[in-house]
């Protein structure tokens, strides 16, 4: 993420769109938890941020430590 502009109490900012997808996913699913997070919610859905995939499957492996 990186700040282009900051004034008048408004900042922009650059991010990648995976990270700006995982942004608008914990904010639609902490909406209750987070105070005044609907301007930047809707802000995210107005530039097309869309919400990340589903995984189908997680991978969960072990890898012991070489001695």
Do not use: F, Q
């Not at 109490?9 to 769109?17: A, K």
């Not at 639609?28 to 609907?38: H, I, S, V, Y």
């Amino acid at each position: 993420m990186n700040l282009v502009k900051a004034e008048n109490g408004e900042i922009v900012i650059r991010m990648p769109v995976d990270e700006a997808s995982d942004a608008l996913y914990t904010l639609r699913n902490r909406a209750d938890e987070l105070d005044d997070c609907e301007d930047l919610t809707e802000a995210l859905e107005a530039a097309g941020v869309p919400m990340p995939e589903e995984e189908d499957h997680r991978r969960y492996e072990y890898m012991p430590p070489v001695d």
